[in-house]
């Protein structure tokens, strides 16, 4: 079987372009078709360039990447284009319209590169509907202006579609589903009461916006370094409603020097040999090495924050301390030297430093199929606080704001109903409240592959057979049957996946690094795989 010479890539968001990247850097391929819907090639959906400038990068600057061999690329990019980010903190965190310009440039540097190199690519700026692979393994793309044969595809689409819990209209009220890309945040009266449905980054996106220096208000620091909220003709509220409450913990700005002996890839396969892991016994490992880097856990605390809180007044106080100590956590230098417990902000740091494990584990199945039920079901949300952390800059306003009665948390949120002529009652655990401006932030994305919300590439892999669902013990759950080794889905011979339907086999895929990480193991077994059966790359 010979090397693969001809690559296609579908889609060209940050995914597309780092497989972009490290093909033309270190394969031998000789021609790379990509698809990308949009016709903008690089940046993708959540870096666009024209998007808000209060939307900020969750990771800091100096971890941004394209390929997990440099961790500093976007840093040392910025170095070299000050007029992007003038006077910039390399632990902060910039615009992410500013990554959409580094990964733009990054697309037009590669494409030079392959002219040097001689690799023909080829940009198709429509949506690929149909792939296909005949009896040697060559497949088919198609789309509305033709059809090629490419040696290997890999789905590199990115984001899935969005899923949300629609809200309907009422009179006297108004619904905002989708803020992104959108001014309609914009035309929210200075004096208005918004209730942010959701407690995500998206969420955090939109009280970032709704308090613009744009709009007359400002941060300014205290004497004791915290910052506080001077509104100006600012006269707006917010309140976050969501069904845990639990608010984002904080990105280290010097994260721990973690070790790990206890939960380590290695140690959790040797425990599945025995039988297969409970989440009690993930719990114990992790607490193991956060003793032996002077933390304890409260791990009933961790899971449920909120769980003595009586009233509203006692879940809003305890989100402003939560708050409060996140920001602490993250913002003072660990000294190990203290012998104080639960000095740092341990999880964040561990999460990241233990990214490829968790992802191994999830991969292999070491988890029993009932703890990855109960995972998905009970514990993810609150994992994805500490794998998904906010800016320090944002949490810090936040609690400006709470602390100026600007910014309140409910929790318990059930049913949002359009009343007559009044906006919306509210329904959560402590009561119900009137509610006339709605931002809805709760959407997710769709990851059942059957879905009929899926473009019509993916449904067209679904009919034909070489895509199918996820599934563990029978059930079928989010994400595709992928063969986690080589990121093959299963049904086909050269057909690889990296997007968000690894979600679900996986862990979060919305981690830049970890995206960057799996085309780089992709590639690598791909062309092993041609390499080991010819004897040798043609």
Known sequence: MRTPRHIALIGCGFTGTSAFFQLVDGYPVKEITIFETSGVFGPGYPY????????????TTDTMCLAPTNRRAFLDW????????????????LPRSVYGAFLKDVFASTLTVAAIKGIAVRLVAHEAT?????????????????????????????????VSAAVGEAAGGRVIQNHIMSDALDDVALDASVHVLGASLSAY???????????????????NGDLKFIPGANNRRVVL???????????????????RKHFTIDALRKAARTKPLTLDDVAGMISRDAKDNGVDLDWPAILDPYADCRSGDDVNKRAGALLEAAIIAATTPNKPESGKPGAGNFLVDFTHH???????????????????KRYRAKVETAALCYAAACPASTAQKLLALHRAGRLRVIRGVGDVRPEDKNGFTIHHAHGAEPAHVL??????????????AQPTLIKTLVATGLLGPYTRAGAIANGAAVDM?????????????ANMLLWGPGFFTSSAYLMAGVVERLLKVAFEKFSNTNGQQE
């Open 48 to 59: 666009q360039e024209d998007e808000c400038c209060d939307y900020l990068i969750n990771n």
């Open 78 to 93: 910025l170095k070299q284009h000050p007029e992007q980010a003038p006077g910039f903190d390399e632990k902060g965190h």
């Open 130 to 162: 149909s792939m296909r692979e005949d009896g040697d393994g060559h497949v088919h793309i198609g789309w509305s202006g033709g059809d090629i044969v490419a040696d290997m595809a890999i789905l590199t689409t990115g984001r899935c579609p969005d």
């Open 205 to 223: 996106d939109v009280v970032n916006r709704l308090f613009s220096p744009s709009t007359g208000c400002r941060f300014e620091p205290s004497d």
């Open 241 to 259: 409603c969501s069904r845990s409450g639990r608010l984002k913990a904080v990105i280290s700005r010097a994260p721990m020097a973690i070790t």
């Open 354 to 372: 233990a990214l490829m494990d968790i992802w191994d584990g999830f991969a292999e199945n070491l988890l029993s199929a009932e703890a990855e």
């Open 439 to 452: 931002v809805n932030t709760t959407g997710g994305v769709d990851r059942m592959v059957a879905s009929s």
């Open 485 to 497: 080794e080589n990121y093959k889905i299963t049904g086909a011979k050269n057909i690889y996946l």
